[in-house]
């Protein structure tokens, strides 16, 4: 039986092997971060972790934010965003709304605000086209508070954004005046 649990846990380990540690099983990406299919099935259960082809499609099928995607051909899957191994996504600069948003947690705060927002660990800073999307970001870490940022005048300055394939917006660096933390936490916009 496919229970949620197991779906769960599936996406987390393809996550965790496919963004951060392919090396953790002995798995090559291609320089657009691509792994073979068999290769993936082959190196988890080599490493007591087996997947089967069917819970892999469903993964990738029904994953709740489709972190995951084959390529035309179905032999070769890879993380569509997130990832801290250095990749090439091969993204084309897209134009995004004059206005996204980033959830974070009221920790991190003081910090952002003084600093800007970094990617951290990955190759990206990830905004959020709705309210809804980042407060649930940045709730994974505490207590939500949702940024909005300036993308019109970023772009207006240079900065370049890309869309992922699975619709998060991905960014360079931004600086503190192009944020503003949105009013009392309101769910306008949702
Ligand atoms: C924070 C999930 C202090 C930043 C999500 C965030 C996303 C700072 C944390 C994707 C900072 C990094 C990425 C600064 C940024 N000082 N804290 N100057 N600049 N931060 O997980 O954006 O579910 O690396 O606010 O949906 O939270 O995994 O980034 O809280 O799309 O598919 O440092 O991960 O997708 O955390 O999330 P993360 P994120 P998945």
Redesign the pocket.
């Known amino acids: 039986m496919m229970s949620r649990d197991t779906i769960v846990d599936t996406s987390k380990l393809l996550?965790y092997v496919l963004?951060h540690r392919p090396d953790s099983i002995g798995l090559q990406l291609d320089t657009n971060g691509w792994a073979d299919v068999d290769a993936l099935l082959q190196r988890l259960a080599e490493h007591g972790k087996p997947v089967a082809r069917e819970l892999l499609d469903r993964v990738v099928a029904n994953n709740d934010?489709q972190?995951f995607a084959f390529d035309a051909t179905r032999t070769r899957i890879r993380a569509s965003?997130?990832h801290s191994i250095q990749v090439d996504l091969a993204l084309q600069p897209a134009q995004p709304p004059d206005v996204l948003y980033?959830?974070?947690?009221s920790r991190?705060l003081k910090?952002?605000l003084?600093?800007?927002?970094?990617?951290?660990?990955?190759q990206h800073?990830?905004l959020?086209g709705d309210v809804g999307?980042a407060r649930?970001?940045?709730a994974?870490?505490g207590f939500p508070v949702i940024l909005r940022v300036d993308t019109a005048r970023m772009r207006a300055d240079g900065a370049v954004f890309y869309r992922s394939d699975n619709g998060?917006w991905l960014t360079g660096p931004v600086a503190p005046r192009y944020l503003r933390v949105l009013d009392g936490n309101s769910r306008n916009g949702d």
């Open positions: 996550s963004r934010k972190r965003q997130g980033h959830g974070t947690a991190f910090s952002i003084a600093s800007g927002l970094r990617a951290g660990n990955r800073v990830h959020s999307t649930r970001v940045g994974r870490y998060v």
